[in-house]
C-alpha cells in the first residue's frame, strides 16, 4: 500500500489515484485607464521606432533616384523614375570595389585578432596571479577612458617609426587589441566558476590547455560579443585609416565614402552614389550581428553541480 501511494505521489497523482485540480486560471482584468495606457506606450514605441528607421529609408530610396528626383524630393520615399545608376557608376567606374575589398581584409583580421588577443589578455587577468596585476587592470581601464583622438598623433609616430605606414600591417596590428574587448572578457571569465577547471588541472591540464578546452567554450556569449563589436568597430574605423595609409590603394570603404560625401571625387550633390554607397556599407554589419545575436546564450549555467 505504502509503494502504491508513492508511485502516485511520484506521478503527481492523490492518495486516491485521482489528479489533484487545479486553481483556475483568472482572466487579466482590463481597465479603461490601463487600456488607455497600454495604448499610449505602443503609439509611442511605434513614433520612436518610425523616427528611428526613417533615415535608412530614404537613404535606400534616395539610392534608388535619379539625381534631379533627389534633389528636387529629398524626403520621398517613392522614387519617380526607379534606376540603379548609382549603383553601376560605383562597381563599374569608381574603386568602389577596392574599398570594399579592402575594408573586408582589414575586418577580417582584426576581427579574429580582437578575438583571440582580447580572450587571452582577459584570462590572465582574471584567473592568473602575477605581480603588478592590478597596476594592468588599473591602466587597462584608464585606457578605456582616453578619447581614441588624442591618440591619433602617438599612433602615427608610432606606425612611421616601426616601418609600417602605408601598409596592411599598419592598418591592421594596431586595432588587434582593444581595451574594451579585454575589460569584457576579464569579468566574464570571472563569473565562471574555478570549480569547473579543477578537474582538468587535476588530470595535468596546463594554463593554455584549461583556457582553450574548458573555459573558452564557456564563454560563447562574451565572444559573440567581441565579434559583434570588432567587426563594427573594425568595419567603421575612419580615424586609424587616416593616420595609417595615405596610399589610394590602401583606401578603405570609410575613407572613400567621406570622400564621395566631402565632393572630393564627384560633381554636383551626387545624393544616389554617396547614399548607395552608404547603404552598401551597412549591408555586411547588419548580417553579422543578425547572425550572432541569436547565438548569446550563456553556456555557464548548470556547468557546476553543488
Known amino acids: 500500500m505504502g509503494s502504491a501511494t508513492g508511485i502516485a505521489e511520484g506521478a503527481g497523482l492523490l492518495a486516491d489515484g485521482t489528479a489533484p485540480r487545479r486553481p483556475p486560471r483568472t ?4 481597465t479603461p485607464g490601463r487600456v488607455v495606457g497600454q ?4 503609439v509611442v514605441l511605434v513614433v520612436i521606432a518610425v523616427l528611428y528607421i526613417f533615415p535608412f529609408l530614404i537613404e535606400i530610396a534616395t539610392s534608388f533616384k535619379t539625381e534631379p528626383d533627389a534633389a528636387a524630393n529629398p524626403l520621398s520615399l517613392i522614387p519617380q523614375t526607379w534606376t540603379t545608376a548609382a549603383y553601376r557608376t560605383l562597381f563599374l567606374n569608381s ?3 577596392l574599398w570594399f575589398a579592402n575594408s573586408a581584409i582589414v575586418t577580417l583580421f582584426v576581427t579574429v585578432g580582437r578575438v583571440f588577443f582580447d580572450s587571452l589578455a582577459g584570462y590572465a587577468l582574471a584567473r592568473l596571479r602575477f605581480r603588478g596585476r592590478n597596476v594592468v587592470f588599473a591602466g587597462l581601464v584608464a585606457v578605456m577612458a582616453v578619447p581614441n583622438i588624442v591618440l591619433l598623433i602617438p599612433k602615427f609616430l608610432v606606425i612611421n ?6 601598409s596592411y600591417a599598419g592598418m591592421i596590428l594596431p586595432l588587434l587589441v582593444d581595451a574594451a ?3 569584457i572578457m576579464k569579468n566574464f571569465f570571472e563569473s565562471i566558476p574555478a570549480a569547473v577547471e579543477e578537474q582538468a588541472r587535476i588530470d595535468g591540464a596546463g594554463t ?3 583556457f582553450w578546452s574548458i573555459v573558452l567554450p564557456m564563454a560563447r556569449p562574451a565572444l559573440i560579443t567581441i565579434i559583434i563589436l570588432s567587426f563594427q568597430g573594425s568595419w567603421n574605423e575612419l580615424a586609424h585609416f587616416i593616420v595609417a595609409t595615405s596610399d589610394p590603394s590602401l583606401t578603405t570603404l570609410t575613407k572613400g565614402v567621406a570622400q564621395l560625401a566631402s565632393g572630393q571625387l564627384s560633381q554636383g550633390t551626387q545624393y544616389p552614389l554617396k547614399l548607395a554607397a552608404g547603404a552598401i556599407m551597412t549591408i555586411p554589419v547588419a548580417i553579422v550581428f543578425f547572425i550572432f545575436q541569436r547565438r548569446i546564450v550563456n553556456q555557464s549555467a548548470g ?3 553543488e
Open 303 to 305: 556547468a557546476v553541480k
Open 27 to 30: 482572466r487579466e482584468h482590463w
Open 39 to 42: 495604448s499610449v506606450v505602443y
Open 181 to 183: 574587448g579585454v575589460f
Open 161 to 166: 617609426q616601426l616601418g609600417i605606414f602605408d
Open 95 to 97: 574603386d568602389f570595389p
Open 208 to 210: 593554455f590547455r584549461l
